[in-house]
């Protein structure tokens, strides 16, 4: 007999459909719906109706047909395999659906997340008598050449372990070890693992924010720095180059893995992204950049339920990565798309809107995607962190909308795009004046003691010389640059150098594509040695037309280009040069 529980469906809006009765369903239990069982989430219940929201395209069904209960909640399939693959919006793998369905997703396949079949050389790490918990790492598993897989014991179970099969070849699904619980009974384990998508995973201890994620890019690792376990915002109209810069940091991060929501993009788009993946290679090993990345594949023209998922379904593969220890990246592009679905499902559900048409607890679930990052402690004493970037697209580049305001209230880094600086070429097309970082002073400690006690200080000047150039630009707006006096116009140059040399930066340059912080902090001292020895002159009273016809201005901003990453002692060189700039002056004019 089956015991499975079966409702029929009444009424359907959309993607989200009702059942009459009392159904004995459960919130947030996952169900199978009509004859093609698509997969479809409880999201609604009440004494004589139940409504569910479903992840695939309802065309086609019609009231009477039956739904039925599954017993558990929407959940991810954790093992290993997971690493360099493509997933849909709950975790189906696309390369699997399209050997069975072709090029389009078609509705009810049923696959395997991960292949049940593939053997991978196991190591165990535990022995008979090993008293183990949740969190214990029980193998291990070479998954990429990048990353070791470690298999650990589900959260919430401890026992004591009576069996282990010796090192070798098994697939996810075979018993690896065996536990004898509290209560005496006997449970298997393999190295997989299911997880609801909606509960985060259980960690020891949350640790402050105190180590900065570095990327290589100038404007983010020194103007607005962005901590391990932080959440930053990158928001910005269409091609102000959102993609872009979370392409950079995905590459240059020191992030142990990567994992990319293309939650609700273009589907040209996402394929540009998906075949640019593919042909990245890893700057620490030289193996294809995939071997520690993992993409969710979730386009515009793929059902709105499963966009809403989709995000979930990362955030839960990126904890399960951070429970193993690693350092975790997400880039998710973009929460927009993911707030726009959230939207049209409050709509057919016929809840009361509020600002712009959202639905009211659009802050509550954008809060709680962001407070899921974090640096850990993990349950078996490993220290790990899920780092969030999400690319937020305000419609006509407009920041005072919902979805970047509440974006604003619950992350700690503000990367703003410009329109206008992106449309000049000046890429990445972070503003300097909009955008912010609350996790400088978080930093600054480890700033002192891993680069340089002046790091701090020497990127506050460089701040504080750009709000000048900014007000500046206000005069010279109305009236002209020529009634400046000499120590304003030198600001101004300086400004032009800053803006230019330092965070203007070529994604397409070997040099420039990726810096040290050595060189970013070597870099601003030349800048600040230069505005020094150029203030003197203009004090002396030195026209600022003699200081421009020597080029020093321009070489220096050439910095970027000319010192190689791997010889930085040439920089060294450039303040020989600032002095020797400073004698000619004083020769040719004292």
Known sequence: MNSKKVATIYGINGPVIYLKGKTGFKMSEMVHVGPQRLVGEVISLDKDRTTVQVYEETSGLRPGE???ATGAAISVTLAPGILNNIFDGIERPLERIAESGGAFITRGVSVDALDRKKLWDTHITVKTGDLVRGGTIIAEVPETSAIVHKCMVPPNVEGTVVETVADGQYTIEDTIVTIELADGTRRELSMTQHWPIRVPRPV???????VPLITGQRILDTMFPIAKGGTAAIPGGFGTGKTMTQHQIAKWADADIIVYIGCGERGNEMTQ??????ELVDPRNGNPLMDRTVLIANTSNM?????EASIYTGL???EYYRDM???VAIMADSTSRWAEALRELSGRLEEMPAEEGFPAYLASRLSAFYERAGMMQTLNGATGSVSIIGAVSPQGGDFSEPVTQNTKRFVRCFWGLDKSLAYSRHFPAIHWLTSYSEYLTDLSGWYTDHVSPKFVDYRNRLMALLNQESSLMEIVKLIGGDVLPDDQKLVLEIAKVIRLGFLQQNAFHKEDTCVSLEKQFKMMDVILYL???SRKLVAMGMPMSVLKAEGIFEKVIAIKYDVPNDNLQMLDLY???IDDFYNRVLEKNG
């Open 204 to 210: 020891s201890q949350r640790y402050p924010a105190s």
């Open 531 to 533: 505005y020094k020895q």
């Open 66 to 68: 039956t739904v039925e």
């Open 273 to 278: 992204v998906l075949e640019e993946f593919g």
């Open 316 to 318: 839960t593969l990126a």
């Open 325 to 327: 220890g690693y350092d």
């Open 303 to 307: 059902p709105v339920a499963a966009r």
């Open 575 to 577: 303040k020989k040069d």
